[in-house]
């Protein structure tokens, strides 16, 4: 019988928590994992309902499989909006402070995929100091409360139980400092290497790093039929529903694109 490494084990449980996450997010279980970027997060400008991939590009699932009396329909290219939401989702990433939640959420998702060794440590460290904490709460609550060690040799005992598991939390917060210190955190910061980190992400981490953020996205339709859009006016017509935030109004808003140009391929049009 093969026996695995820390690390092998890591990767392993790493694996089943996305796969649990992407089955609880969708509802769905035992069924094969989602194989495009934007599955469950894009939805149809015309009806609200989802929008699925179809070859190289995404359709409104209404009208694929209950026809034009569901609704009139809309596609767009997998690869334009794959590159606006990759866009969106790296200036909404840098736009954090180091102490937001969903920064701290991005930070340890990070560390799962590029350490996971760490990232198990991390998870062991997280559990003993709660457990550490709530063994000094329950001698202080014995102590204080309860009147427990109350003669000299009591109080003597309640001090040295209470330091000795003072210098465990001490240690397990150290440790767990140099674990985040150690992270390289500047990958979330630099837009340049944030770019090359999510391409080279497989579809896995980007669907699961991108959830932190957003709730999903609906495309407006296009102005006539057959128009395809610059990456900039396909922005526009993204209203987008971050995590934390109510979602857009349903116009097209160019006002979007503010700081976010410098994350969008540098395709000033297309022909529409």
Known sequence: MGVITVGERARILAGLRSRTSEG????????????S?????????????????????????MRV????????GMTVSVEDIDSVL???????????????????ELARRWLSYKD???DTRRTELTL????????????????????RFQDPKGQHR???????????????????TEIGTATDLMILRDCDLLNAAWQEADLTQARSLLRVVLHSVRLLPPDGPGKRCSWYQLYARCCFHWVGE???PLKVDMRRLDGVTRYLPEVLERAA
Do not use: W
């Not at 499989?65 to 009139?72: I, R, T």
């Open 65 to 72: 499989n209950m026809g034009k009396s569901a609704c009139q």
């Open 246 to 248: 109510k979602p857009q």
């Open 128 to 147: 003993a100091l709660d457990n550490a904490q709530s063994r000094l709460d329950a001698l202080d609550d014995a102590f204080y409360v309860q009147g």
């Open 86 to 104: 990759s866009a969106a989702f790296m200036s909404r990433v840098t736009s954090f402070t180091d102490t937001h939640d969903l920064f701290q």
């Open 24 to 35: 609880l997010a969708t509802g769905r279980r035992g069924k094969p994992a989602a194989q």
């Open 116 to 118: 996971p060794e760490a």
């Open 158 to 176: 309640y001090e040295q139980m209470r330091d000795a598991i003072a210098g465990q939390i001490s240690s397990l917060q150290n440790e767990l």
């Open 37 to 61: 970027l934007l599955s469950g997060l894009l939805k149809c400008g015309r009806c609200g309902g989802g929008m699925t991939k179809g070859g190289p590009q995404y359709r409104c699932y």
